[in-house]
């Protein structure tokens, strides 16, 4: 497990999978060990995955300063760790709450990206956010769900403040409810650290007027892939993310929850491939694939 030691002395760890060009990979939660990521719907078999801990997650180490866990103070860490593992230009996959760390970073660096895959994104770094009513009607999408008439009550109560967060929910981040499922969420308890997590988004972290204006410098090219039936971000407030980068393009995956490479690994990773491997300089797609189609390779 290769690690390095940021200046204020933290020491950080990254997980190698796969073989072949690598593919820097930042998890969500937001601060979540890498670990639920897996080999993300088999992509390890053609790109090399390295999968960082963030600090105070998983195999890396515990700040002194609990207020670096803030995500724009956390820029440097994965500037540090670009320039640890000897790479002039990278390309960069963020999932969910890692999303708003990998668009401060590339509003930062930008000459840093080659390709940046921001997968079922947070916004907030660009001044957006999911609103309890786009929740809502994701969810209602499920209203044939076994689990439905249980899980959407305690929900809304959660989305409207009334309640604590419960388990019996979770089905609604899913595209499909099943065993592989439930094992994915059962772990998150053991995969992050809460205390990081209230702090990721802590006030005077986002200054979207100025991100939006460094991002004019991204020439990289972008893809923000959203789930069918994700409520956070639906596949409206995804393309609306994606007007935020010059050269960007939308895919949203058909029948899939907040963690796509779960829901339809084939889609996914194909989905991912033909982005990753699309020439420099290629004409980006005119429209989204259609729903139950599979991208060209």
Known sequence: MPTFTTPDGTRLAYHLRGDGEPLAVLPGGPMRASAYLGDLGGLAAHRRLALLDLRGTGDSGTP???ATYRCDRMVADVELWRAHM?????DLLAHSAGAVLAVLYAARHPQRIRRL?????????????????????????RADEPWFAEAFPAFRAWLAGEAAFDD?????FYGRWDDTARAHADADAEQTNEEAGERYFAEGAFTPDTTRTALAALTAPVLVHAGELDGGPRPELARRAAEAFPNAEVAVQPGAGHYPWLDD???????????LEQPAGAALPSAEPAAGTRPPR
């Open 168 to 172: 019996v929910f979770l089905p609604f």
């Open 117 to 141: 895959l921001l997968i079922t994104p947070n916004p907030s770094a660009l001044g957006l956010r999911a609103t309890p009513g786009e929740r809502l009607a994701a969810a209602r999408l």
């Open 86 to 90: 000897g790479l002039e230009r990278m």
């Open 64 to 66: 002194a300063d609990p």
């Open 265 to 275: 690994a084939e889609w996914f990773r194909e989905r991912a491939l033909a982005f």
